[in-house]
């Protein structure tokens, strides 16, 4: 089986909404390839490795949630960006980006495939002034300690998290948003939420923590942003037969 690019594109654009999202990023093509498409690979960042990976797999298009020409990046390709792009161009894969529309969709997104691991019912947006909130709100299926919920998710994203005590109080309703979203904590706190679960964690976030009586999670930005593009790659090989494979290149962050 094999599908045009432009199938590819058409499909995902009208999947994630991706002409919907402002972002820093370019959503979409961002480096073309092959015109006929048969394998796949997903992975979260477009690194050296998992091109390298990609070649090995003999894919004709390479899907993440971390791509290239990020705003305010040096414009120029040079160095670790040259060598990316060189391997690339010289096997013709195709490089598509999906970054807050695979963040946000209600489905595939990373925070409602988070939240299916994690075993949390969503029930509304974390941002309470954006319609297409990022991060969401939700309840657990039961009261957990925050040690409980620190070892439930290193069983299942396979990484200690980072765990900050608020206080003594058990977790019901919590706040999440994968990746770097320390910022968020105050529109969780305004949510009255027991935590709050984000990828990174900033020396700020600490104090708010703690001064607020909220439990803060830092579950590692990688760790929670491996499934939204892995159940893309999923939903894409069951829709049109062609070959899919996700590889984690592992990181710490
Ligand atoms: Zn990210």
Redesign the pocket.
């Given at each position: 089986m094999a599908i045009s690019r432009q199938s590819l594109l058409d499909f995902l654009g009208q999947t994630l909404e991706s002409q919907l999202f402002k972002d820093y990023c370019p959503n979409g093509l961002q480096v073309e390839g092959k015109d006929q498409i048969k394998t796949i690979v997903t992975g979260v960042t477009a690194s050296l490795a998992l091109i390298k990976a990609a070649i090995e797999r003999n894919a004709d298009a390479i899907i993440v949630?971390?791509g290239y020409f990020w705003k305010g990046e040096a414009p120029v390709v040079t160095g670790m960006k040259k060598r990316r792009l060189e391997l690339l161009l010289k096997h013709e894969i195709n490089l598509l980006a999906y970054h807050l529309p695979l963040d946000a969709h209600s489905e595939l997104g990373n925070n409602a495939q988070l939240a299916k691991l994690l075993n949390i019912k969503p029930e509304s947006g974390l941002e309470q002034d954006n319609p297409r909130s990022i991060g969401l709100v939700g309840c657990l299926a039961e009261p957990l300690s925050l040690g409980e919920l620190g070892e439930q998710i290193q069983l299942t994203l396979r990484r200690e998290p980072l765990l900050i005590s608020g206080g003594d109080h058990s977790i019901r309703r919590i706040a999440w948003c994968t990746?770097?979203a320390q910022g968020f904590i105050d529109q969780a706190i305004a949510h009255g939420v027991d935590a709050y679960l984000t990828g990174e964690i900033s020396e700020p976030t600490v104090h708010t923590a703690r001064e607020m009586g909220v439990h803060f999670i830092a579950a590692g930005?990688h760790a929670t942003?491996r499934y939204g593009v892995k159940a893309l790659g999923e939903h894409i090989q069951e829709q049109f037969g062609i070959k899919h494979h996700f590889i984690d290149i592992d990181n710490p962050v």
């Open positions: 949630h971390h990746g770097a930005h942003e």
